[in-house]
Each structure stands twice: as structure tokens, then as C-alpha cells.
């Protein structure tokens, strides 16, 4: 390790910044609780996939041209806003009424949970933004700056599998409740409105 304190010190932060609550916390929680572990482990794998672009990304300097170009950022916040808004308006007109009903958002198809998380990460250029804010901190003297940059941003991806797994295991059980009569549309109006939120504050942020 090239410098052991700086590394430790940026698995403390990054640790910290991976369980505060955000929308991909609410993702993961959310299909746990309805769908199942695996589709909630594929959501995680489709968020795992897109921090992983974005690392890519920043290392090779599209984090940069993020940062420095107002027509390319509004561009993907735009883009990330409105998939935002469309999710949480979905559930929040169409929840569904029982763990059993079909649908859109109906347990299923690993690969639609995973496409879920990967475009909601992926088109949020804060992560970008984030990543070249954030990782330079951590950089250490005589290394390949990129090289460093992205093995980075792959253990933050190894933090939030780990979050995501804790997560998964405490909200799986919660899945007798989610039976009741009630409880699935409550909970899909719940994460449709913090979607809803999530996209709105998004859209209306500023670049910087």
C-alpha cells in the first residue's frame, strides 16, 4: 500500500459516506422489502456497475469535463432528473396492492432491478462530480494517478456491497408484514415520493 494512513483514512470516509442515506439506500431497501434478496442484489449489482463507470469515467477525465462544462452537466442531470421522476411517479399513481401483483415493478425479472439501479447511478452526474472531488483527497505521491483513482473508486463499490448485503438481511424478514393488506401500496407511494424528491432536488441543483 502506498501510503497505509491515507488509504485507511479514506475507508473511514467513504464508509461513512455509503450508510448515509440516499436514494440507493432506498432502492435496495425497497426491492429487499417487496421483491425478494436477488432482485434487490441485482438492484445492488446495477448501482455497483455505475459507480464503477463513473470511476472509470473520472479517472480518464469525463469527471473533469463534467466539472468544467455547464452544457455537459445539465445534460446527464437532466437526463438522471427525469428517470427519477418517471419512477417515482409510477409508483406513486400505480402502487402495487399485493408482493403477488404483476407489473412493472412486480418481483421478476432480475435484469429490470439491475437495469433500475444501474440507470438511476448512472445518470446522476453527481457521482462523477463526487469522485473527482472526493478521490484526489486520497491520492497519494508517485503513483499512476488514474490506476489509483479507479481502485478507489472499486472499494468504495466493495463498501456498498457490503451495506447493501446488511441491508438485504435486515429487510428481507420484513416480508410477512409487506403482506398485509395495504402495506405494499403504502410503502410503493413511500419510495415513489422519495424518488419523486430525489429527482426534483436533482433537477433543480446547481451545477456546482
Known amino acids: 500500500m502506498a501510503n497505509l494512513p491515507l488509504f485507511l483514512a479514506f475507508v473511514a470516509s467513504a464508509a461513512l459516506l455509503t450508510i448515509t442515506p440516499g436514494l440507493d439506500t432506498v432502492m435496495v431497501l425497497r426491492t429487499a422489502s417487496v421483491e425478494g434478496r436477488r432482485p434487490a442484489a441485482m438492484a445492488a449489482g446495477g448501482i ?28 446527464v442531470k437532466l437526463a438522471g432528473a427525469a428517470y427519477l ?29 439491475f437495469r433500475r439501479g444501474f440507470l438511476t447511478n448512472l445518470l446522476n452526474p453527481k457521482m462523477g462530480v463526487f469522485y473527482i472531488t472526493f478521490l484526489p483527497q486520497f491520492v497519494p505521491a508517485g503513483v499512476s494517478v488514474a490506476a489509483y483513482t479507479f481502485f478507489l473508486a472499486g472499494v468504495h463499490v466493495l463498501l456498498a456491497f457490503v451495506w ?24 410503493d407511494r413511500l419510495t415513489g415520493g422519495l424518488f419523486f424528491a430525489f429527482g426534483l432536488r436533482l433537477a433543480t441543483s446547481s451545477a456546482r
Open 48 to 75: 455497483a456497475l455505475g459507480c464503477l463507470i463513473w470511476g472509470a469515467a473520472v479517472s480518464l477525465g469525463l469527471g473533469a469535463l463534467l466539472q468544467a462544462s455547464q452544457i455537459a452537466y445539465t445534460a
Open 164 to 187: 447493501f448485503a446488511l441491508l438485504i438481511a435486515a429487510t428481507v424478514p420484513l416480508s410477512g408484514f409487506l403482506r398485509r393488506p395495504g402495506a405494499v401500496p403504502l410503502l
Open 85 to 113: 421522476l418517471w419512477l417515482g411517479v409510477k409508483l406513486l399513481i400505480n402502487p402495487r396492492k399485493s408482493l403477488e401483483m404483476s407489473g412493472d415493478f412486480s418481483p421478476p425479472k432480475g435484469q429490470d432491478s
